[in-house]
T-cell receptor, first 113, second 116 residues
Framework: QQQVKQSPQSLIVQKGGISIINCAYE??????FPWYQQFPGKGPALLIA?????SEKKEGRFTISFNKSAKQFSLHIMDSQPGDSATYFC????????????FGTGTRLKVLA | DAGVIQSPRHEVTEMGQEVTLRCKPI?????LFWYRQTMMRGLELLIY????????DSGMPEDRFSAKMPNASFSTLKIQPSEPRDSAVYFC??????????????FGSGTRLTVV
């Protein structure tokens, strides 16, 4: 129940295309869902995050879609660029006094030039 | 802001030796986290501190692992004795506490540990 399941494990997209990464969770107590981007040799960096009171959040080319009833959320990267090639992690946490993230297993994205 | 600073960046040690990883969190952040990343298991939370106090160490694999945070600007993760299966990238991250706004973690660049 503490797991966050992420798919696909790897993804290859043409430049200009849309990259979509999906995550699913079981614990309905989770109330904060961030996405992290990690380049080789670097630590993960916060990309965008959403709370379950909204169904979508957009920041530039990055959009999180959230489906509370299905307990799923996804990251969409519009107009994907080679510089977006990285590993993406979804995560979930329970607020209110705890700050422990449960991370998905990661998606390795490669955007072809 | 220099971000979260970890040292060393790379560590190669022999099985049985003691290893100490170091972390300096972002000034003003009062939560600190140690994660381990491997291909097989992804990102695993080992332990986290709030206001220098260990809050949850349920992810620490066994007694060979210990972590301390003697003050707000420094933390260590120690493995004694080290084993080849401890080989991984160890990340330290810091953040503001819950209730101060969830701005997410800021991760360091990690320490790549190889135990031979």
């Amino acid at each position: 129940q503490q797991q966050v399941k992420q798919s696909p494990q790897s993804l290859i997209v043409q430049k200009g295309g849309i990259s979509i990464i999906n995550c699913a969770y079981e614990n309905t107590a989770f109330d904060y869902f961030p996405w992290y981007q990690q380049f080789p040799g670097k630590g993960p960096a916060l990309l965008i995050a959403i709370r379950p009171d909204v169904s979508e959040k957009k920041e530039g080319r990055f959009t999180i879609s959230f489906n509370k009833s299905a307990k799923q959320f996804s990251l969409h990267i519009m107009d994907s660029q080679p510089g977006d090639s990285a590993t993406y992690f979804c995560a979930a946490s329970k607020g209110s006094g705890t700050y422990k993230y449960i991370f998905g297993t990661g998606t390795r994205l490669k955007v072809l030039a | 802001d220099a971000g979260v600073i970890q040292s060393p960046r790379h560590e190669v040690t022999e099985m049985g030796q003691e290893v100490t990883l170091r972390c300096k969190p972002i000034s003003g952040h009062n939560s600190l986290f140690w994660y381990r990343q491997t291909m097989m298991r992804g990102l695993e939370l080992l332990i986290y501190f709030n206001n220098n106090v260990p809050i949850d160490d349920s992810g620490m694999p066994e007694d060979r692992f210990s972590a301390k945070m003697p003050n707000a600007s420094f933390s260590t993760l120690k493995i004694q004795p080290s084993e080849p299966r401890d080989s991984a990238v160890y990340f330290c991250a810091s953040s503001l506490s819950p209730g101060q706004g969830q701005y997410g973690y800021t991760f360091g660049s990690g320490t790549r540990l190889t135990v031979v």
